[in-house]
């Protein structure tokens, strides 16, 4: 007769299959668990990145916001520095005109000065051996003349007579009439003559200047300027106001020298006033 079936065999079939099922659900979850942990870590990995990045970024924005900035005040301080520039070479340039302007009156002053001195020194005595000398120191130290003659009128004669030179052998100095040679010429003119090209290179045969001494209309005399010295290598504007000067104020003055050396310090009756009116 065969037994009857238990149910212990079907029974621990059921737990262990409960077991297992609950194993693997467990396992299951903690896997699912951990995979959610990996992909929490891995998201917040990510979020740190992006925020790192926008950190970056905005740092960068801010670092671009301050460039732009600088490149602002870089551009305004090149506009005030182009227009510092252009203030300052309108200051310069003033500066440059001023200073030849400053220059040009110096030189007009002293200029002014030697013709004040000049003629002051020539109209100053009547003494004719004194203006003569001064004649000389004139042409010596304002005009730089290292040889010259001066030569007077023989109206008798209608000779122009040498009687002072410096520079040069009297010896080798001789009458001129009238119209004859530079000399001869620039007397018979009233008109000066110089040389365009170094006056210290003038001879006695060629002379650098011949400056006629006018009085009224008519010449009673001419200078006569040999050379110059070295550092004299060409006449300028002060030299030709010079020689108008000579031209006109020694030969009154040597005029004047004269008469008086003649009449002494009688001046003439006062008579001869009341005709003016």
Same mark, same amino acid.
């Given at each position: ?48 990145? =992006?925020?790192?990045?926008?950190? !970056?970024?905005?740092?960068? /924005?801010?670092?671009? $916001?301050?460039? +732009? *900035? @600088? %490149? ?66 004139? =042409?010596?130290?304002?005009?730089? !003349?290292?040889?010259?003659? /001066?030569?007077?009128? $023989?109206?008798? +004669? *209608? @000779? %122009? ?72 290598? !060409? ?43």
């Amino acid at each position: 007769m065969s037994q009857p079936r238990t149910s212990e065999g079907p029974a621990e079939d059921l737990g262990d299959q409960r077991d297992s099922f609950i194993q693997t659900f467990f396992r299951r979850g903690a896997e699912l668990t951990e995979e959610l942990l990996r992909e929490s870590t891995q998201m917040r990995a990510k979020m740190a990145e =992006l925020e790192a990045e926008n950190a !970056a970024l905005r740092r960068h /924005l801010a670092s671009d $916001d301050a460039i +732009r *900035e @600088l %490149l602002s005040k870089i551009d305004l301080l090149e506009r005030e520095r182009h227009d510092l520039m252009i203030r300052a070479a309108k200051i310069e340039a003033n500066e440059e005109y001023y200073g030849k302007k400053f220059v040009e009156i110096e030189a007009e002053n002293a200029h002014l000065a030697s013709l004040y001195v000049a003629s002051f020194q020539l109209h100053s005595t009547l003494d004719l051996p004194t203006v003569v000398r001064r004649v000389k120191e004139l =042409l010596n130290q304002l005009v730089g !003349a290292r040889s010259f003659a /001066l030569y007077l009128l $023989d109206d008798d +004669r *209608e @000779l %122009l007579v040498p009687v002072i030179s410096q520079g040069v052998d009297p010896h080798n100095l001789g009458a001129v009439k009238m119209g004859e040679g530079l000399i001869g010429k620039a007397a018979s003119t009233s008109q000066s003559h110089w040389v365009e090209s170094d006056p210290s290179f003038g001879t006695v045969e060629n002379p650098s200047a011949c400056i006629p001494l006018v009085l009224g209309d008519r010449s009673v005399g001419v200078v006569v300027v040999h050379s110059t010295f070295e550092q004299k290598n !060409a006449f300028v504007d002060l030299d030709f106001e010079l020689f108008k000067l000579i031209a006109a104020h020694a030969a009154s003055a040597i005029a004047a020298a004269r008469l008086f050396a003649l009449h002494g310090s009688r001046i003439g009756p006062l008579d001869a006033f009341h005709e003016l009116d």
